[in-house]
């Protein structure tokens, strides 16, 4: 099974930045999708940012502009950069992947990391 473990986070005050990191302990190269993900106190969790294998990425309307996701295969990690942090991005940000190429097929993952805690204060 893949494991990820996420990396990064901290306290900062609004209007700074943060990069997260999410170290895969095996290739990422065949992932179709590796996705950033965010649960707040009290709400459900959300998706932050998503990039598919082929590079494409996805956002959520609030971290547009200010959010950008990245994979380097080689190193078998994947990236979040946060701009202008507000403290309504204060959360505990998870790395998913969801599944993997074999062969003409797809092995579902659903792999989950543990978590790294983003404080933003204003």
């Known amino acids: 099974q893949l494991r990820l473990v996420e990396s990064g986070g901290g306290l900062v005050q609004a209007g700074e930045s943060l990069r997260l990191s999410c170290a895969a302990s095996?290739?990422?190269?065949?992932?179709?999708?590796m996705g950033w993900y965010r649960q707040a106190p009290g709400k459900q969790r959300e998706l932050v940012a998503k990039i598919t294998i082929a590079g494409d990425t996805n956002y959520a309307d609030s971290v547009k502009g200010r959010f950008t996701v990245s994979r380097d295969n080689a190193k078998n990690t994947v990236y979040l950069q946060m701009h202008s942090l507000k403290p309504e991005d204060t959360a505990v940000y998870y790395c998913?992947?969801?599944?993997?190429?074999?062969?003409?097929?797809?092995?579902?993952?659903?792999?989950w990391g543990q978590g790294t805690l983003v404080t933003v204060s204003s």
């Open positions: 095996g290739s990422i190269f065949s992932i179709n999708a």
């Open positions: 998913n992947a969801d599944q993997r190429r074999v062969g003409l097929g797809w092995e579902l993952l659903d792999a």
